[in-house]
Nanobody, 122 residues
Framework: QVQLVEAGGGLVQPGGSLRLSCAAS????????MGWYCQAPGKQRELSAT???????DYADSVKGRFTISRDNSKNTVYLQMNNLKPEDTAVYYC????????????????WGKGTLVTVSS
């Protein structure tokens, strides 16, 4: 009913930059918050950054000052600009949408993308 498709992952050297994007499509009326979660090998999935439809943002301490999340509500798309990347940023990054309302007026839904791999290595 609602799909999230991520793009922009890849291999980058330490200190480099990447920009992730995630487009939500389907029977969408509104999405309250969209965000990015990361899961490193052997670790639990954890929040990187989120943004509400009003522009409010929240970041993990580990990425503050280096990552910037933004959103285009008209396109149901969220972006993550990742600067000064470190080897410890290596993870699969998953797009997340929460408190989704569909055009059939189903409320409170949440969706995940399939993930995009970011590898930071020299």
């Amino acid at each position: 009913q609602v799909q999230l498709v991520e793009a922009g992952g890849g291999l980058v050297q330490p200190g480099g930059s990447l920009r992730l994007s995630c487009a939500a499509s389907g029977s969408i009326y509104s999405i309250y918050a969209m965000g990015w979660y990361c899961q490193a090998p052997g670790k639990q999935r954890e929040l990187s950054a989120t943004i509400t439809n009003g522009g409010g943002t929240d970041y993990a301490d580990s990425v503050k000052g280096r990552f910037t999340i933004s959103r285009d509500n008209s396109k149901n798309t969220v972006y993550l600009q990742m600067n000064n990347l470190k080897p410890e940023d290596t993870a699969v990054y998953y797009c997340h949408a929460e408190r989704v309302i569909t055009t059939t007026f189903q409320y409170g839904l949440e969706y995940w993308g399939k993930g995009t791999l970011v590898t930071v290595s020299s």
